[in-house]
C-alpha cells in the first residue's frame, strides 16, 4: 500500500518561498510520476507540477516562474518549493502518486496559510 | 486552455437512487485522459474512474463511466449515504496539462 506523508510549515509570511516535503512509503520514489496539487476555495482543484525519477519536471505554467521541484532518492522524498506567495497562495496543498495523468495515491493534504 | 465545466453543482437524493453527473470538455480531448474522483469532507480526493469508464481498483461497480469527448458521465447506482461527498473530473492533456473541473456535490 503506497502512503505519502507532506510535511512544512503551517504558516508562510507573504513574499517569502513555501517549503513543503512528502515522504513516500510503499513505493520507490524512483518509479512512477509524482505531483503536488493544491486547494483553495477560490481555485478549486489546482494542479502545480510534478517531477519524474529522473529528477526532471514539469509545472503548470501559471505557477512555473515560481516553482521547483526535487527528489530525494535516499530519504524516498520529493519537495516542493514556491516564491513569492501571496495570500492567493494559501490552499491545501497535497503530493500524490501520478500515472498517466491520473492520480492513484494521495497524501492527506496540508494547509499552508500565507499570512504576516 | 482545458476547461472542465461540471454539472449540476449540487445533487440531492435519496438513498438507493442513481446519481447522474456530467463534465463538459471546452476542447476536443481524449476519453483516455479523462478521470473521476470523490472528495469526503477532510479527506484528500479518491481516484473513481479513470481513461472515462474504467473503475480504479476497490471501486465497487456501482460506480459507472461513459461519454467521449466533450462529454463525459459519472453514474453512481443505488445511492448509499457513504456515497455523499464532492465529485471532480479531470483531465490530462491540452495546457495546463492537468485540469480539474469544479465540482459537483451530490448529498444523499
Known amino acids: 500500500q503506497v502512503q505519502l506523508q507532506e510535511s512544512g510549515p503551517g504558516l508562510v509570511k507573504p513574499s517569502e518561498t513555501l517549503s513543503l516535503t512528502c515522504t513516500v512509503s510503499?513505493?520507490?520514489?524512483?518509479?512512477?510520476?509524482w505531483s503536488w496539487i493544491r486547494q483553495s476555495a477560490g481555485r478549486g482543484l489546482e494542479w502545480i507540477g510534478r517531477i519524474y525519477p529522473s529528477g526532471s519536471a514539469s509545472f503548470n505554467p501559471s505557477l512555473k516562474s515560481r516553482v521547483t521541484m526535487s527528489v530525494d532518492t535516499s530519504k524516498n522524498q520529493f519537495s516542493l518549493k514556491m516564491s513569492s506567495v501571496t495570500a492567493a497562495d494559501t490552499a491545501v496543498y497535497y503530493c500524490?502518486?501520478?500515472?498517466?495523468?491520473?492520480?492513484?495515491?494521495w497524501g492527506q493534504g496540508t494547509l499552508v496559510t500565507v499570512s504576516s | 486552455e482545458s476547461v472542465l465545466t461540471q454539472s449540476p453543482g449540487t445533487l440531492s437524493l435519496s438513498a438507493g437512487e442513481t446519481a447522474t453527473l456530467f463534465c463538459r470538455a471546452g476542447q476536443s480531448v481524449s476519453s483516455s485522459n479523462l478521470a473521476w474522483y470523490q472528495q469526503k469532507p477532510g479527506q484528500a480526493p479518491r481516484l473513481l474512474i479513470y481513461a472515462a469508464s474504467t473503475r480504479a481498483t476497490g471501486i465497487p461497480d456501482r460506480f459507472s463511466g461513459s461519454g467521449s469527448g466533450p462529454d463525459f458521465t459519472l453514474t453512481i447506482g443505488r445511492l448509499e449515504p457513504e456515497d455523499s461527498a464532492v465529485y471532480y473530473c479531470?483531465?490530462?492533456?491540452?495546457?495546463?496539462?492537468?485540469?480539474f473541473g469544479g465540482g459537483t456535490k451530490v448529498e444523499i
Open positions: 510503499g513505493a520507490s520514489i524512483s518509479s512512477d510520476y
Open positions: 479531470q483531465y490530462y492533456g491540452g495546457s495546463p496539462p492537468l485540469t
Open positions: 500524490a502518486r501520478e500515472g498517466l495523468g491520473r492520480f492513484y495515491d
